[in-house]
């Protein structure tokens, strides 16, 4: 099992600039789960998707964010236009679901906006 | 213990040693509790859970302890070694008891901001 997959694993850009994270969920997990973590607020969730399909997107910090799941394998988080404060390190994790199945973490992307 | 603050609380013993880190948590209503462990440039790793319904738990070298009247969770970690040097999160969640909701004890997750434990050779 590979885990959850990120892309990249470092960024940088210029502010103003769009920006888009991958993610590869494990195979056969149904719930995928994108968090930003900085040290000033820890561990952030942006958004919960179910089954491809976003439940919960209240942790998104602006219009700025945006996510999709096109397919049970494949997720993105888009940022358009980045400004230096959405720099940090951005998490995909997935489950299977239900009550007994933890979190599974991809290693994250580091984002920094100049 | 968790901090609010920029500064993570640290926590440094010696290898061979018993490590025991402890977190508070906010929520009277919190059901289900998770560990993970942080290594430097990775993900959060799962090390262990325990339910409400509990007050211990046994892992491979780790105990988690919760006192739900102090609203207080503890992680034992037996005979540390250098490989345990990480960031521990404790993380909580309500809900868990039968209700069903999509995502089930992942969804919501509180994340404390984490204990350093440093292991000396």
């Known amino acids: 099992d590979a885990g959850v997959i990120q892309s990249p694993r470092h960024e940088v850009t210029e502010m103003g600039q769009e920006v888009t994270l991958r993610c590869k969920p494990i195979?056969?997990?149904?719930?995928l789960f994108w968090y930003r973590q900085t040290m000033m607020r820890g561990l952030e969730l942006l958004i919960y998707f179910n089954n491809n399909v976003p439940i919960d997107d209240s942790g998104m910090p602006e219009d700025r964010f945006s996510a999709k799941m096109p397919n049970a394998s494949f997720s993105t988080l888009k940022i358009q236009p980045s400004e230096p404060r959405d720099s940090a390190v951005y998490f995909c994790?997935?489950?299977?679901?239900?009550?007994?199945?933890?979190?599974?973490f991809g290693n994250g992307t580091r984002l920094t906006v100049t | 213990g968790e901090s609010v603050g920029l500064h993570l609380p640290t926590l440094s013993v010696q290898e061979g040693d018993n490590s025991i880190i402890n977190c508070a948590y906010s929520?009277?209503?919190?059901?289900?509790f998770i560990w993970y462990k942080q290594e430097s440039g990775k993900g959060p790793q799962f090390i262990i859970d325990i339910r409400s319904n509990m007050d211990k738990r046994q892992g491979q070298r780790v105990t988690v302890l919760l006192n739900k009247t102090v609203k207080h969770l503890s992680l034992q970690i037996a005979a540390t070694q250098p490989g345990d040097s990480a960031v521990y999160f404790c993380a909580e969640n309500y809900g868990w008891g039968g209700i069903s909701k999509p995502g089930g004890s992942n969804y919501k997750l509180t994340f404390g901001k984490g204990t350093l434990l440093t292991v000396n050779p």
């Open positions: 929520n009277s209503a919190s059901d289900y």
């Open positions: 994790a997935s489950s299977l679901g239900g009550d007994n199945s933890p979190l599974h």
């Open positions: 195979s056969g997990h149904n719930s």
